[in-house]
Nanobody
Framework: QVQLVESAGGLVQAGGSLRLSCVASGSIFTLNTMAWYRQSPGKQRELVAGITRGGGTNYADSVKGRFTISRDNPKNTVFLQMNSLKPEDTAVYYC??????????????WGQGTQVTVSS
């Protein structure tokens, strides 16, 4: 079983920056894709950014050029650097990880979520 623990989010003014981290622990084989999702009240959870084990990334159009996802494979950690934050970025942010072994998905895991609030 894999546990994902996110760093605390916080309250930041529009235009500010915030960095989230997420550490995976437990009995881990290989974490393939890791990602950040977010969910605002009344909205569906959406993908913010994803990163493969090899470093390939993809971003939601709404955050391109402002957010950067990165990871530290030996430490099973994924980061989300958020710059030029906007009030519409306010949401609960969730860490996500896919564990694989020999090409087979063993499990898909979620963190508990961390609140990010951007004030105007």
């Amino acid at each position: 079983q894999v546990q994902l623990v996110e760093s605390a989010g916080g309250l930041v003014q529009a235009g500010g920056s915030l960095r989230l981290s997420c550490v995976a622990s437990g009995s881990i084989f290989t974490l393939n894709t890791m990602a950040w999702y977010r969910q605002s009240p009344g909205k569906q959870r959406e993908l913010v950014a994803g990163i493969t084990r090899g470093g390939g990334t993809n971003y939601a159009d709404s955050v391109k050029g402002r957010f950067t996802i990165s990871r530290d494979n030996p430490k099973n950690t994924v980061f989300l650097q958020m710059n030029s934050l906007k009030p519409e970025d306010t949401a609960v942010y969730y860490c996500n990880a896919h564990e694989t072994l020999g090409g087979q998905t063993l499990g898909i895991y979620w963190g508990q979520g961390t609140q990010v609030t951007v004030s105007s």
